[in-house]
């Protein structure tokens, strides 16, 4: 048995696990593999958000059999893979800090064309992307939907990936970040300019099935654009003035009606004008109240991630 590592690794490597106890074991020896055959110091720092399928007992087995390279946490409860990361990357003791997922789509032979390009580059963040990726189509929607919505509301490269490599000294300043809901990739680019993308492999899903239903992936997508633009606001400015607009040329149509022609309003041009300035006042409240309740999840200080233990 490998004594525990006591110096400061050169890179910590953050795997956030959820559901995945059949491929823990290959992912954990590809990583060490990897780092060995680079002759580079580093941890292996894996983060169990509230597994159901025994991945905790296997990452038990597994720091048995390697001690010195691997931290485990198990978190109190299920928090969502970002904020799994981000609690990997407040234990994380490396210069550089790499995060990868569970699930071996990415594989870790691939962490060698992150180093690579940070050893000759020194980017402050270096993205591994893969042009082709196999996941279910509703992942894939929702990647491209995120990516859009980043180019067209946030002024982004609209590029980001689970797989990259970020300073110490970045990840420092990430894990300032107040907010229960955590979207990694954007919070960085609220610290730094200085991103690299490196094309990397991406390979179907070798083991069960992705932990995003279509559930989860349409409340990430609502948090995202709730918390990270201010997109539905503008919504309802801009929307307000079109409804207001078209409301001011029918009232015109039916007064011009009334006094040269002589027609009757009637009841139907009033109830809909009364049920369509409704349903806009209803989609404005129903807008400000989920930002008044992200506002007051936030300012009640709740917590992003919470450790059950640390072996």
């Given at each position: ?11 910590s490597?953050?795997?956030p ?7 823990l074991e ?8 990897v780092?060995?055959?680079?002759e ?15 991945s ?14 691997l ?22 003791r ?17 962490i ?13 963040v ?6 082709i ?32 490599l ?15 809901f ?12 200085d ?16 932990g ?8 990430l ?11 539905p606001?503008k ?11 078209f ?5 015109i ?6 006094l ?8 139907t041009?009033?109830i ?28 009640n ?11």
């Amino acid at each position: 048995m490998e004594p525990p590592l006591t110096h400061q690794p050169e890179f910590s490597v953050v795997v956030p696990v959820f559901n995945s106890k059949d491929s823990l074991e290959e992912l954990t020896e590809g990583i060490i593999s990897v780092f060995h055959k680079l002759e580079r110091s580093f941890e292996l720092v894996l983060v169990d958000d509230r597994s159901t399928d025994g991945s905790w007992e296997t990452l038990i087995v597994l720091k048995q059999k390697y001690p010195r390279w691997l931290t485990l946490v198990r978190l109190a409860k299920n928090f969502g893979q970002h904020n799994a990361t981000l609690c990997g990357m407040h234990l994380a003791r490396g210069e550089k800090i790499i995060t990868i997922d569970d699930d071996l789509q990415t594989p870790p032979a691939e962490i060698k064309k992150l180093i690579a390009y940070h050893d000759s580059h020194g980017n402050e963040v270096i993205y591994g992307i893969s042009p082709i990726k196999k996941h279910h189509f509703l992942r894939t929607w929702a990647s491209q939907l995120l990516k859009y919505l980043s180019e067209k509301f946030r002024n982004t490269p609209g590029e980001g990936s689970s797989f990259r490599l970020i300073t110490k000294s970045l990840a420092d300043k990430l894990k300032q970040n107040p907010s229960f809901f955590v979207f990694i990739d954007e919070i960085l680019l609220w610290y730094t300019d200085d991103i690299a993308f490196v094309e990397v492999t991406h390979l179907p899903r070798k083991y069960n099935h992705s932990g995003y239903s279509f559930r989860k992936l349409w409340s990430l997508v609502a948090n995202l654009v709730i918390f990270y633009t201010d997109f539905p606001l503008k919504l309802m400015v801009y929307g307000g003035f079109v409804a207001s607009f078209f409301s001011f040329v029918l009232g015109i149509i039916f007064i011009i009606k009334k006094l040269f022609f002589n027609v009757p309003l009637g009841y139907t041009s009033l109830i809909v004008a009364i049920l369509f300035s409704t349903s806009i006042i209803l989609l404005s409240l129903g807008i400000i109240g989920e930002y008044l309740s992200r506002i007051y999840k936030v300012q009640n200080h709740k917590p992003s991630f919470s450790i059950e233990k640390i072996v």
